[in-house]
């Protein structure tokens, strides 16, 4: 059992940066492949960043690469977004998502969901 608790959203300015934490329980967490999904009012919920435990590869949606940077620490049991360079667009609950295998997060069906942290750019 994973339970995952997400930080760091507020309202920002269009060009600022901010990063979100995740929390994880669970004695095992080091052993779970983790990625942040986002969902926009009125929109489908999409993959926004995964990272591997394994071997910490790095996977990333079009819309943010080369402006988000995901991490994690398994010594603190905490996975990382860092968000450079915001959008407007990128205005979205955000979700931390866990799941032993990376296939299931890039499938958006991961067996762990946290509650979500607001993001809001302003322009």
């Known amino acids: 059992q994973v339970q995952l608790v997400e930080s760091g959203g507020g309202l920002v300015q269009a060009g600022d940066s901010l990063r979100l934490s995740c929390a994880a329980s669970?004695?095992?967490?080091?052993?779970?492949?983790m990625g942040w999904f986002r969902q926009a009012p009125g929109k489908e919920r999409e993959f926004v960043a995964a990272?591997?435990?394994?071997?910490?590869?790095?996977y990333y949606a079009d819309s943010v690469k080369g402006r988000f940077t995901i991490s994690r620490d398994n010594e603190k049991n905490t996975v990382y977004l860092q968000m450079n360079s915001l959008k407007p667009e990128d205005t979205a609950g955000y979700y931390c998502?866990?799941?032993?295998?990376?296939?299931?997060?890039?499938?958006?069906?991961?067996?762990?969901w946290g509650q979500g942290t607001q993001v809001t750019v302003s322009s």
């Open positions: 998502a866990a799941d032993p295998f990376l296939l299931a997060i890039q499938r958006m069906s991961p067996s762990y």
């Open positions: 669970g004695r095992t967490f080091n052993t779970y492949d």
């Open positions: 990272i591997r435990w394994s071997n910490g590869n790095t």
